[in-house]
């Protein structure tokens, strides 16, 4: 049984490859963060290594142990993975000794399975000499070992490595498999399985966190709280804000991407409710909120604001000065006309 959800043309290419055994040295499994690349990744190696008839069958030693990274010849490599030490923190990109470190594991044979498997978690973030050094065993392939690439963010990888790998596109899920499988697979109520459905954006890893782990639906509470009260606030309100991004952009600039994120997806929830696609939107325990919140825009003033929104994205990312980006957004906001004051 492959575990990963959805991601059926993945997994039906890599099953008819074992039945033919017709495996590539190496794949590259490039999709958005949470998405199973991981997932599919450990079931890949649990299925060349499975005891059972029908591989991977996720219960016998062999798949046990590697779910549970236990396994001898099934290693993870990446910025976390070399334990807690001062040095393995400090860590910005995947070392070149990480890379020798496989490179020679990759050279005994396996010690209790039938395949090595290497993955390496995050492969963007393999510096150049650690890149230069992998492409060399990707050039040199040896029987009984396969590497799995794993990105979000392809286009960081050099040419030259990712045309040595059998590429795996896995794309966003649908909110209805998500869904589903909250429902099915780990129990979660119906109207939260539906909620974190939306707000994943296809991307199965962070729903289930989100399901289990209230914390990050509160923390999601929290900043749309923030996100009325701005709003509906004046402009010291607004600057206020702004001087309190700026602080944090500096720390991680992540967590900036993520708030203007949930600004976009509550403004095209706008548009959509606005269109009359409320089926369609992110924020389904806001749709009260947003039906009235609607009536107060044109449909011109809400499609400026996502433009300024995705504008801001774009300006950060190209290391524009963020206190003048974000405030330039927050004097982007449309006046709406009578938009009832929450709080
Ligand atoms: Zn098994």
New binding site residues.
Partial sequence: MWQVVGQSRAVSLLQRSLERGSLAHAYLFAGPPHVGKMTLALNLA?AL????AE??????A??QKIASAKHADVQIVGLTSNGDSAEAKLRTEIGIDQIRQIQHAASLPPFEGKYKVFIIDGAEQLSIEAANCLLKTLEEPVAGVIFILLTTNERLLPATVVSRCQRLELSPLAAGEVEAALNSGWGIEPQKAKLVARLCHGCLGWAVSAAVDDGRLQQRAERMDRLFDIINGDYEERFTYVAQLVAQFSQSRGLVYDILDSWLDFWRDLLLVKVGCSDAITNVDLEARLVEMARGYSLAQIKAFIRSIQAAGEQLRQNANPRLVLEVLMLSIPEGRGVAKYG
């Fill in positions: 649990q290594n499975c005891e059972a591989p991977p069958c996720g219960e016998c062999s798949c």
